[in-house]
């Protein structure tokens, strides 16, 4: 007769992974940082972008040229939308590729292949793109562009005014104008960030998801850094394509870009191929170290939540 551990054999402890909602919470207090931080760069890379007659001769210029003749302040445009959007944005990316991997992980080992990462990243680039991104962009970017302070020479006075605007004047596809490009970019940059990051912090710090080990700030940073750096480059024209559509009105009339594909080939007949990669050095500068600044906030969040309930828990 057999024993009775042979009859009823022990179970294997269930792996243990961070769950999504920490992933999340993470992300969110991330992008809050990282929107107080870095708005004055992307206000810079959206008046660059923007800039058909060559009025700005590059970062400084654009940027003592909007101090000087609109205010300090004036800097800090969009703030409330980009700072939210940010927030929603990260919260939802984090969470949801945190889920996708979730699917995609090998259910004896817990462990998940590159394949998988990308896809996860990528799908939650997708999500974040038509549920967050698109319509706050639209907005961000439409406040942006106004140039001035004096709230009664401005069309639109605020985020909420702005939005009602849109939508009573474009309708509400108005808020999701660009939204193709916007796909393509968030899609592909985060298959490449989520990669990216989960490869340099392997590398560089032989950390794990899991393991209890909890990255220190500057480790992170370093980590983030790197891993935001690929995606501006690739994503350059769908970003400059995204502005462009997200910016025009139907105030004078037809609108100038009909698309995407319409918009590459216009752009690239009027202005040059270097036009698709207008403002990718304020991307350089805004994208990579917000990454940084986010990564080094939620590796610390998640990092406490490993300490207290998945320490030395396997991946």
């Known amino acids: 007769m057999k024993s009775e ?25 991330g992008g809050i940082m990282e929107a107080s931080c870095l708005q004055p760069i992307d206000v810079i890379k959206t008046r660059l972008q923007l800039d058909r007659s060559g009025n700005y001769k590059g970062i400084i210029h654009c940027g003592t ?7 300090v302040r004036a800097l800090w445009k969009g703030l409330t939308p980009f ?10 990316r984090m969470g949801s590729n945190a889920m996708f991997q979730g699917a995609f992980k090998d259910s004896e080992t817990g462990k998940i292949s590159n394949k998988g990462r990308l896809l996860s990243g990528f799908g939650a680039g997708v999500l974040e793109a038509l549920a967050i991104v698109t319509p706050f962009e ?19 006075k605020g985020p909420v005014h702005c939005a009602r605007m849109i939508i009573r004047e474009e309708g509400i596809l108005g808020l999701w ?4 490009p916007t796909v393509m970019r968030n899609g592909t940059n985060q298959a490449a960030m ?5 490869a340099f912090d392997v590398l560089l710090w032989k950390k794990h998801e899991g393991d209890g080990k909890v990255l220190q700030p500057w480790q992170s940073m370093i980590s983030g850094f790197l891993a935001g750096t690929a995606g501006p480059v690739c994503t350059g024209p769908f ?4 502005t462009r559509l997200m910016a025009q009105t139907r105030d004078g ?4 870009y009909k698309g995407m594909i319409h918009a590459i080939r216009t752009i690239y007949a009027e202005e040059g191929l270097l036009a698709l990669w207008k403002g990718l050095l304020p991307r350089l500068m805004r994208i990579p170290p917000g990454q940084a600044i986010m990564w080094a906030v939620a590796d610390q969040v998640t990092g406490f939540y490993e300490r207290r309930y998945l320490r030395g828990a396997p991946l």
Do not use: C, W
């Not at 104008?177 to 193709?180: D, L, N, S, T, V």
């Not at 989520?194 to 989960?198: D, G, I, M, Q, R």
């Open 239 to 242: 970003d400059v394509v995204k």
């Open 83 to 92: 700072a939210t959007h940010l927030t929603l944005k990260y919260t939802l």
């Open 253 to 256: 009339g037809a609108l100038k």
């Open 138 to 156: 639209v907005v961000k970017i439409r406040l942006q562009q106004q140039r001035g302070l004096s709230p009664e020479l401005l069309k639109y």
């Open 177 to 180: 104008a660009g939204a193709a």
């Open 5 to 29: 551990e042979s009859q009823f054999p022990e179970k294997k402890p269930q792996r243990k992974t961070i769950p999504p909602y920490m992933k999340a919470i993470s992300g969110s207090l």
């Open 65 to 71: 040229t909007i101090t000087r003749s609109e205010g």
């Open 194 to 198: 989520f990669t990216a990051k989960n």
